[in-house]
């Protein structure tokens, strides 16, 4: 009985020492192993053995960030066994920057890096998380000192590819990557922010004069080029008018010397058999026509008539009676 429950004990020690000694990795984590206190190997994901009591994961440092109850994010640094082989982000809080142009700004960073030497990650550094955090505050803080204000503003993409090619090179040594590096928010004083607002203020109220004034500019280039076409059409129109009326009257006069040209043909031909002048019959013709025009006033009471009227106006008698004959 003695025995079996001897037996019994060391079969549950060796049970217990052989599951202590399995190891499970999930995927894209490891663990350093080291045997007697010297590194031996890095587990892969999936199942491993390890000799226990000699072999021990060697211990490192992390950080995470949870919110609290009340919403606001709190980092944790813990010690643990596994190391995430996955691309991390840091946020870092925000810290006080001095620009170029002594304006005190505050900065808030991402910082998106990725393990790929896990050895390195271990022995080189001690602390690898809160090493990585001193190491961009300290960058950005020599970056933004070599900028001003409103380059730091709007260079953030500067910002960020002169960020990541410091820190991507000063932890290669660590055995990490970098790969991004994100300004959330840059937070001037309020004093400078009032000032910025006024400026834009003013830069918006000069723009809008500027677009009025431009505005009016070609309203009256538009009004006076109106004017000038209208004034032209006018002119044209006018012109247009005279010319057709003066085509009218041209045309009025051929028609009214054809018709008395036609007139005195047919005269001359009453009276070519006659010894009277067809022009001294025309002539008579118009005393006869002046005559009734200088009598048809209401106020005409007497009309002289030229003596020489009365041998043109005998002449006109005489042929009359020829053309009674």
């Not at 090493?131 to 961009?136: G, S």
């Amino acid at each position: 009985m003695g025995t079996t429950i001897v037996l019994c004990a060391i079969a549950l020690i060796v049970i217990i020492y052989a599951l202590s000694g399995l190891k499970i990795i999930p995927q894209a984590e490891t663990r350093v192993i080291e045997r007697l206190g010297k590194y031996h190997k890095t587990l892969p994901s999936g199942i491993n053995i390890i000799w226990p009591i000699i072999d021990k994961p060697r211990r490192v440092h992390s950080r995470f960030v949870r919110e609290d109850y009340n919403g606001q994010k709190r980092v944790y640094n813990v010690s643990t066994e596994r190391i995430d082989l996955r691309e991390q982000v840091y946020d870092f809080p925000e810290q006080n920057v001095i620009t170029k142009d002594n304006v005190t700004t505050r900065i808030n960073a991402l910082l998106y890096f990725q393990i790929v030497d896990p050895v390195k990650s271990v022995y080189e550094i001690d602390n690898l998380p809160y090493a990585i955090e001193k190491l961009t505050q300290t960058t950005l803080r020599n970056v933004i000192g070599e900028l001003e204000l409103d380059e730091t503003l709007t260079s953030r993409d500067t910002i960020n590819s002169k960020l990541r090619a410091v820190l991507d090179e000063a932890s290669n040594k660590w055995g990490v990557k970098v790969n991004r590096v994100e300004l959330q928010d840059i937070t001037p004083p309020d004093s400078v922010r009032d000032a910025m607002e006024q400026q834009m203020q003013a830069e918006r109220q000069r723009r809008a004069q500027i677009l009025k004034a431009e505005g009016e500019k070609q309203s009256a280039i538009l009004s006076s080029e109106g004017e000038k076409m209208s004034q032209i059409n006018r002119a044209e129109a006018q012109k247009q008018t005279q010319i057709l009326q003066a085509q009218g009257v041209a045309e009025a006069k051929v028609l009214q010397a054809k018709a008395e040209a036609e007139a005195i043909r047919n005269i001359a031909e009453a009276v070519k058999d006659t010894n009277s002048n067809p022009a001294t019959y025309m002539l008579a013709v118009k005393y006869v026509d002046t005559l009734k025009e200088m009598a048809s006033g209401k106020d005409s009471k007497t009309v002289y008539i030229p003596y020489e009227a009365s041998s043109m106006l005998g002449s006109l008698g005489s042929i009359k009676e020829l053309f009674k004959q």
